[in-house]
């Protein structure tokens, strides 16, 4: 889209958020759910395939696009975004990008209306940053395949229409080899969701187990090549990274924004505590680093959308811009002081919801494992460890995973 039209749907977006979502967000909280009215009004946006293809009845946007949206969504509760991320991000993307035609005339066009919610289903219970530990399996059944394992922490579970399965193909293959992928609905005989999980923060963001008894999948069902399915999820996976980092830096404008408006307007001693030298010294500590990570986040998606860099850039802003953000929020409840830590006050809320970031999509210590052997390579030295020794435990490249 020209920039014109951008800046109109960045205005909209912009508005919703301030204007319909963050009134309602104590609702959200306590309700643990995403009012139906605003569901409407995210599908009647087209927010649900913002980040699809044009010709599937998506936006198309660009990564540049994109994380500028993401500093809109990041200004509220991240239950927002998340109603609709998944169907954008790493679940959409897989069908996007992989899918065959008739996978994308199925499927796409429903998950940009908001008619479907697609959901990623890699992780499980020995396998979220090491692929091989991966125990879903998917044996061959005549010209199709059976599905059986678990998932867990699987965003959007209990709303999912379908599920982006990532199982093992071939047993005799180690670590990311012989993954493959699958479209699998949730109506698909053998398909279970557990109960929502409760969790620190994010109220109204669902995750839960989802269970595969002996779940067939056609033909049509496998997503690209067969054994490649993990490359395809640290494809999509990267593209998230900058996403949530994106995300990061509009949470941390938001709990700026309330701290500079608290620290304003409180008094001790008859005089707002803003006249304070180190309430000033937190709230300058806080917006170096957020535009730093505004600053780092628009560079790195440039690169991401001219080819570039796809994976140490987004690591890196991954990394930088949630570890921020952590610092950014504890910055703020310290600025409330005690009404930091009530629940009715909107940073204590951020407090939790932002300490996630630092796990999902990748935690980390995983970012720092890819940026810090990318580099290592990219100066000729091998980083990958000798073949174990019989006696030591089962082995593994680090990875990432959701």
């Given at each position: 889209?020209?920039?014109?039209?951008f800046?109109?749907?960045?205005?909209a977006v912009?508005?919703?958020?301030?204007?319909?979502?963050?009134p309602r967000e104590?609702?959200?909280e306590?309700?643990?759910?995403i009012?139906?009215d605003?569901r409407?009004?995210v599908?009647?946006?087209?927010?649900?395939?913002?980040a699809?293809p044009?010709?599937y009845?998506?936006?198309g946007v660009t990564?540049?696009e994109?994380?500028?949206l993401a500093f809109?969504?990041?200004?509220?509760?991240?239950?927002f975004?998340?109603?609709?991320?998944?169907?954008?991000?790493?679940?959409?993307?897989?069908i996007?990008?992989?899918g065959?035609?008739?996978?994308k005339k199925?499927?796409?066009p429903?998950l940009?209306?908001g008619?479907l919610?697609?959901?990623?289903?890699?992780?499980?219970?020995?396998a979220?940053s090491?692929?091989?530990?991966l125990?879903t399996s998917?044996?061959?059944?005549?010209?199709?395949?059976?599905?059986?394992?678990s998932?867990?922490?699987?965003t959007?579970a209990?709303?999912?229409?379908?599920?982006?399965v990532f199982?093992r193909t071939?047993?005799?293959?180690?670590g990311g080899?012989g993954?493959s992928?699958?479209?699998?609905?949730t109506?698909?005989?053998?398909?279970?969701?557990g109960?929502?999980?409760?969790?620190?923060?994010?109220s109204?963001?669902?995750t839960?187990e989802?269970?595969f008894?002996d779940v067939?999948?056609?033909?049509?069902?496998?997503i690209?090549?067969?054994?490649?399915?993990?490359s395809k999820a640290l494809?999509?996976l990267?593209?998230?990274?900058?996403?949530i980092?994106?995300l990061?830096v509009?949470?941390?404008q938001?709990?700026?924004?309330?701290s500079?408006a608290y620290?304003a307007?409180a008094?001790?001693?008859?005089a707002?505590i803003?006249?304070?030298q180190?309430?000033?010294?937190?709230l300058a500590?806080?917006?170096?680093e957020?535009?730093?990570?505004?600053s780092?986040v628009?560079e790195?998606?440039a690169r991401?959308?001219?080819?570039?860099?796809?994976?140490?850039?987004p690591s890196?802003?991954?990394?930088?811009?949630t570890?921020?953000v952590?610092r950014?929020?504890?910055k703020?409840?310290?600025?409330?002081?005690?009404?930091g830590y009530?629940?009715?006050t909107?940073?204590?809320r951020?407090?939790?919801?932002a300490?996630l970031f630092?796990?999902y999509?990748?935690?980390?210590?995983?970012?720092r494992?890819?940026v810090?052997?990318?580099l290592?390579r990219?100066?000729g030295?091998?980083?990958d460890?000798?073949?174990?020794?019989?006696?030591h435990a089962r082995?593994?490249?680090?990875q990432?995973?959701?």
């Amino acid at each position: 889209m020209d920039a014109e039209d951008f800046r109109q749907v960045r205005g909209a977006v912009r508005q919703l958020v301030r204007e319909s979502v963050v009134p309602r967000e104590e609702q959200i909280e306590d309700e643990d759910r995403i009012p139906d009215d605003l569901r409407a009004q995210v599908a009647d946006m087209g927010l649900f395939g913002y980040a699809l293809p044009e010709e599937y009845g998506g936006l198309g946007v660009t990564m540049s696009e994109d994380v500028r949206l993401a500093f809109e969504f990041g200004y509220t509760t991240p239950a927002f975004r998340s109603l609709f991320g998944t169907n954008n991000g790493i679940a959409g993307q897989v069908i996007a990008k992989f899918g065959t035609d008739e996978q994308k005339k199925a499927y796409l066009p429903r998950l940009a209306a908001g008619d479907l919610i697609a959901s990623f289903a890699l992780t499980e219970a020995e396998a979220g940053s090491d692929p091989a530990g991966l125990r879903t399996s998917a044996r061959r059944d005549g010209d199709g395949w059976v599905v059986n394992g678990s998932k867990r922490y699987i965003t959007n579970a209990p709303l999912a229409d379908l599920f982006v399965v990532f199982a093992r193909t071939d047993p005799a293959e180690r670590g990311g080899r012989g993954i493959s992928s699958f479209v699998v609905e949730t109506a698909t005989p053998g398909v279970s969701v557990g109960p929502k999980d409760k969790k620190m923060g994010q109220s109204g963001a669902w995750t839960a187990e989802v269970f595969f008894d002996d779940v067939r999948v056609g033909p049509s069902g496998l997503i690209g090549e067969e054994g490649r399915g993990y490359s395809k999820a640290l494809t999509v996976l990267s593209r998230g990274r900058l996403h949530i980092a994106a995300l990061c830096v509009g949470m941390a404008q938001r709990v700026l924004d309330e701290s500079v408006a608290y620290a304003a307007t409180a008094k001790q001693g008859g005089a707002p505590i803003g006249r304070f030298q180190l309430v000033q010294g937190m709230l300058a500590d806080m917006h170096a680093e957020l535009l730093a990570g505004r600053s780092m986040v628009r560079e790195v998606a440039a690169r991401y959308d001219s080819g570039e860099d796809t994976s140490v850039g987004p690591s890196s802003a991954k990394l930088f811009c949630t570890e921020m953000v952590g610092r950014a929020v504890d910055k703020a409840v310290q600025i409330h002081g005690g009404m930091g830590y009530l629940r009715t006050t909107p940073v204590e809320r951020f407090y939790r919801d932002a300490r996630l970031f630092r796990l999902y999509e990748g935690t980390s210590e995983v970012q720092r494992v890819i940026v810090g052997g990318a580099l290592l390579r990219e100066a000729g030295m091998r980083t990958d460890p000798p073949a174990p020794h019989p006696s030591h435990a089962r082995g593994g490249s680090l990875q990432e995973g959701r």
